[in-house]
């Protein structure tokens, strides 16, 4: 058997989220905080999972009206016509502007169902304490930080158009309740992915060494 790595946890240190010193981890409360930035100390992020579990399923709520309801209204030459996400995209398809119909297709609905599947799926594996491949879930998880911040364009274009176009009785564009849900959409799934703590992926490697004293297998 080989011996077991000596992980931050096992030696009483843990890095200051704000400033990432490494400190001594200590059992009272006065005594954790990160001595030089005084930030709260700790092992793991507090509640993560449950954290983590409620704004997922909140964002999952907020998904469906996101979609299904009006983002914009537009009034032109006195005709009013109100547009959900999907159907701004087929109207860009039918107008032959392709490109513009893709940015907002993966923007606005690819990418947000993406990372409310990966993120379910990596909060059932913790739960579940998976070995499954966790050098890709970590990867999984870090496309989730770094894809979450592009859903915003759709509210970004939403923000432009009604601020621009404001020409009275020629045109005129309204944001709507759709663009609201989406916007809460986008902010819950980014809160999600920032107090889900990926250090619980291997969490259950280290109780294998607590109790056998060796490292577990692939």
């Not at 009483?12 to 990160?34: F, G, I, N, Y």
């Not at 409310?116 to 739960?127: A, D, E």
Request: hydrophobic residues 50%; glycine residues 4%; aromatic residues 8%.
């Amino acid at each position: 058997m080989s011996a077991a790595p000596l992980t931050a946890r096992a030696a009483s240190l843990v890095s200051c989220p704000c400033c990432h010193l490494l400190c001594h981890e200590r059992k009272s409360a006065a005594a954790s905080r990160c001595p030089r930035c005084g930030e709260v100390l700790h092992s793991r992020k507090p509640d993560s999972v449950a954290r983590t579990w409620a704004l997922t399923l909140a964002a999952l709520v907020f998904y469906l009206p996101a979609n299904l309801l009006p983002v914009t209204t537009v009034t032109s030459l006195g005709k009013t016509q109100s547009d959900t996400i999907l159907s701004g995209v087929i109207y860009f398809i039918t107008s032959g502007l392709w490109p513009i119909a893709l940015v907002i297709f993966v923007a606005s609905v690819f990418v947000p169902l993406l990372k409310l599947t990966i993120l379910i799926f990596l909060l059932v594996t913790v739960q579940r304490r998976s070995a499954w491949r966790r050098r890709d879930r970590a990867r999984l998880y870090r496309i989730t930080e770094t894809i979450g911040r592009w859903s915003m364009v759709d509210i970004f274009v939403v923000t432009l158009l009604v601020a621009l176009v404001q020409l009275g009785a020629l045109a005129n564009i309204e944001a709507r309740a759709g663009a609201v849900f989406f916007g809460a959409v986008v902010v819950l799934t980014m809160l999600a992915a920032m107090s889900f703590d990926p250090r619980l992926i291997w969490e259950h490697d280290e109780e294998i060494f607590d109790e056998r004293g060796a490292a577990p297998g692939p």
